[in-house]
């Protein structure tokens, strides 16, 4: 095994996360987890995935661990993307299983589940999306917030983003307080200025990463990269709004360690584990001195979500028919079934 790769608030453990829990992390002293765990993917990946069946039962003894090294204000967060049944355009509810294995066995509270919506993702199955056209790309993943407690430690005024220009308009220029036809009563507080907006559980955040110091880095000492890299603003948004300086935060499915470079950048402590001696040797790379963290914080401002009508077409004579057997015949080269 590789010896610990040190930094001044953090180290990359080459260990199994669960024996590492076990044999070194004391009961309630840390403030927050945050992971990707492998998906259950149709297709293996290299850095290990459970199959969709075992997949709640293979994390039974993390979610152990993970509920007795948390202290009881500390959180758990869990990024984890959906699957599909094999062979058939219908999703596995894999995901849903384990959050309530979690709640009803290990008592968690869902705090509040996030949607990471990557307005880069490609269209996906293609099989379905591309070819068979019976689905929608799939561009979002579930981001659940589990704590022991029902008060877990947080505040959204360590996350909030600009006002849009309504809102600006509206504090500027006043507003009349009343109670709307939907019931909701209007004050007045809402024309104060609280330097930003509260932001909602859809997380535009672009995986688009195509030439970093990290890819460089590896490139150059010729290390495969970790196939699943998440953007750093994911964990950054829940290190932010979870944690204060010198917390400590502990990532169990490290691959290429994003969490570990948010942490040392925001001065929290850290600990992450990684198996393959590959993706360490590459994770390394984030922390060399006079590297600017890759945060993406010169991404654009905000993100389209068009309305979902803006091409639809009324001339149904224009429109092919809904395939009669909901898309199992797979399309010829001309579309046609």
């Not at 299983?97 to 009803?104: H, N, R, Y």
């Not at 909701?184 to 997380?203: E, V, W």
């Not at 389209?304 to 009324?314: G, R």
Request: proline share 8%.
């Amino acid at each position: 095994m590789l010896p610990d790769f040190v930094t001044p608030y953090g180290k990359i453990v080459h260990k199994d996360s669960l024996q590492y829990m076990r044999d070194t992390i004391d009961d309630g002293t840390v403030d927050l987890i945050f992971t990707s765990p492998p998906f259950a993917l149709l297709r293996k990946k290299e850095y290990g995935n459970v199959e969709a069946d075992d997949y709640v039962n293979w994390f039974k003894d993390f979610a152990k661990e993970f509920h007795r090294i948390l202290k009881t204000h500390g959180s758990l967060v869990i990024d984890i993307g959906g699957s599909w049944l094999a062979g058939k355009p219908v999703r596995s509810l894999y995901h849903f299983e384990l959050l309530i294995m979690l709640c009803k066995e290990y008592n968690f509270h869902l705090a509040q589940e996030f949607y990471w919506w990557n307005p880069s993702k490609l269209p996906s199955p293609a099989e379905w999306v591309n070819i068979r056209r019976i689905r929608v790309k799939d561009a979002v993943n579930t981001v659940f917030w589990l704590s022991k407690t029902p008060w877990p430690q947080a505040s959204n005024r360590r996350v909030l983003v600009p006002y849009s220009d309504s809102m600006l308009d509206l504090i500027k220029n006043g507003y009349q307080p009343r109670l709307r036809p939907s019931g909701h009563d209007i004050s007045d507080k809402f024309q104060k200025d609280n330097n930003g907006a509260i932001p909602p559980n859809l997380l535009a955040i672009p995986n688009t990463e195509s030439n970093s110091q990290y890819l460089r880095y590896c490139k150059k000492h010729n290390l495969k990269p970790h196939p699943a890299r998440f953007p750093a603003r994911l964990p950054e948004f829940f290190i932010r709004m979870l944690t204060e300086v010198e917390n400590v935060v502990f990532d169990p499915f490290a691959g290429s360690c994003v969490t570990g470079e948010v942490c040392e950048t925001l001065q929290r402590n850290w600990v992450c584990c990684e198996t393959v001696e590959e993706y360490i040797e590459g994770a390394k790379s984030r922390f060399i001195d006079g590297v600017t963290p890759s945060n993406g914080n010169n991404a654009p401002g905000f993100y389209k979500i068009y309305n979902s009508s803006i091409l639809w077409d009324e001339d149904v004579e224009k429109l092919k028919p809904l395939p009669k057997d909901g898309g199992k015949e797979r399309p010829n080269k001309k579309g046609n079934a």
